[in-house]
């Protein structure tokens, strides 16, 4: 059987592959094309297989939301170039998945991955058919699923920051300014109380060791930590930082003011934890030089 343009073209539909891969695999299909998507699915896999050491720290950060049950995602998709992460496909598998996570009620990313989308297919599946559409390691690596208690805000910074916030009482605005003030500032948790107890102790010893070495009295040294203490728990808590859009007031007070409190937050950035490959392109010449003499 002739090998024509429409069938390539029909294939491709059903596979996203490249046209030269689809061509090759009816090729090998003796122009079956059930046998080439099939054959086109293998190599995809082994193609996913063969990226999956690699580092992928861009992307895109994902927020679906569902306003009548006040059910949220906030959602991590990696890619190893920012050129991928602002391709169509990659957004559009990216919105899929943010979307599956939120109609299904899976509690871990194992089970959201062999959860199946809308055309039947597993999320899984369509990763490997986009890594060997696209050709380079494409990961979900994380995502948060919160029944809001009160009403929820939320924020997306371009595609590389997302924040999910619940707040009970304030309105709109507040709740939007909060997810900004996150987006921007940070914090690490809500309040003072929030914070673990290693990590306190953590950094009171370091704030001692830190003070003792410049030679003061042990009770300057216990006011000195105390101080330095606060203005820590101050940075990192959202209670205790200073309102972005007025630094004149802290946004404990401007919740009193507006006669809220904060539930929960979420707050994801794209790529952090992750360490990134440092390339050092002049010593890899020079070790290639020295591998060929």
Known sequence: MAITAKLVKELREIT???????????????????????????????????????????????????????????MEINSETDFVAKDENFLAFSRSAA?????????????????QLNTGETLNSALVNLISKIGEKIAVRRFVKIAAVGDFGLYRHGNRIGV?????????????????????????????????????????????????????????????????????????????????????????????????IVNSFSRFEVGEGIEKREENFAAEVAAQVKSSQ
């Open 164 to 260: 999910i916030v619940d707040i009970t009482g304030g309105d709109e605005e507040l709740r939007k300014d909060l997810a900004m003030h996150i987006a921007a500032s940070s914090p690490i948790c809500i309040s003072d109380s929030d914070v673990p107890a290693k990590d306190l102790d953590r950094e009171r010893r370091i704030l001692t060791e830190q003070a003792s070495q410049e030679g003061k009295p042990e009770e300057i040294v216990k006011k000195m930590v105390s101080g330095r203490l606060k203005k820590y728990l101050s940075e990192i808590t959202l209670l205790g930082q200073a309102f972005v859009k007025d630094p004149d007031i802290s946004v404990s007070k401007l919740l009193d003011q507006k006669g809220a």
């Open 16 to 74: 996203g592959a490249g046209m030269m891969d689809c061509k090759k695999a009816l090729v090998d299909a003796d122009a079956d094309l059930e046998v080439a998507a099939d054959i086109l699915r293998t190599k995809g896999q082994a193609k996913a297989q063969k990226a999956a050491g690699r580092i992928a720290a861009e992307g895109a950060i994902e927020i679906a939301a569902d306003s009548v049950n006040k059910i949220l995602v906030l």
């Open 99 to 115: 979307n599956l996570a939120l109609a299904s009620s899976v509690k871990d990313l194992d089970d959201l991955m062999e959860s």
